[in-house]
């Protein structure tokens, strides 16, 4: 996982729960770099596996709902970071419709070995969009997050329904109806 999510991470956790809640979980778990982390170096998931973890502990929240979170943070970075991503879709939807085969390709041209999960898009009507979430990281709540952002970006007020498809988290139907 690219170390620009842990960065993100790590300053999402700082803005939410406190510097003190930084260094908890950079003492408390056993991190390749001591949590430090180059935006560009490549780090294994189960290092923020282990963080989301012991953060859900530690604060009480569920993990879906810091994985969520943090999607909705993601977004916002995202934007700032990466405009030059948001130039052609004149809508929520186009933009949700081109992650898959523009922007996560997009993506891969910067960081050649990340890890992506895939989509699949399909409108079942002007204002129902649905989406498939695949992938062995099963982060479908970060997703999730990443698509209610999306949604408030393009003002188009969504009603999401999360519908698992397997147990183990790897696959994700979100039905996704936007406001007329
Ligand atoms: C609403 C739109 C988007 C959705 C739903 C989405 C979804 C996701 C998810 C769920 C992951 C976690 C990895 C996994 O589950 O396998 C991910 C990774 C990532 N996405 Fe997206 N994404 C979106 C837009 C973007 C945009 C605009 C960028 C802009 C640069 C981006 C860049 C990345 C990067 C850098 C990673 C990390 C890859 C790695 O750690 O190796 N995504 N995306």
Do not use: W
Not at 92 to 120: C, M, N, T
């Amino acid at each position: 996982m690219k170390g620009v999510v842990f960065t993100e991470f790590l300053e999402m956790v700082e803005q939410k729960f406190g510097m003190e809640m930084v260094n908890a979980l950079i003492e408390n778990n056993d991190l390749s770099t001591d949590g430090v982390y180059s935006a560009v170096g490549t780090y294994h998931h189960s290092e923020m596996v282990s963080l989301v973890v012991d953060l859900g502990k530690r604060s009480g929240v569920t993990i879906p709902d810091l994985l969520k979170a943090f999607g909705g943070y993601l977004f916002q970075t995202f934007k700032t970071g990466y405009p030059e991503m948001f130039a052609n879709a004149t809508d929520g939807f186009g933009f949700l419709q081109s992650v898959d085969q523009e922007i996560h390709v997009e993506v891969l041209k910067l960081y050649p070995d990340a890890e992506l999960p895939s989509f699949r898009t399909e409108l079942l009507e002007e204002n129902v969009l649905q989406m498939d979430y695949r992938s062995d990281r099963a982060m479908g709540a970060l997703a999730h997050g990443l698509i209610e952002a999306c949604g408030e970006h393009y003002n188009e007020g969504y009603e999401i329904d999360f519908q698992p498809q397997t147990e183990d988290g790897k696959h994700v139907r979100f039905v996704i109806r936007r406001q007329a």
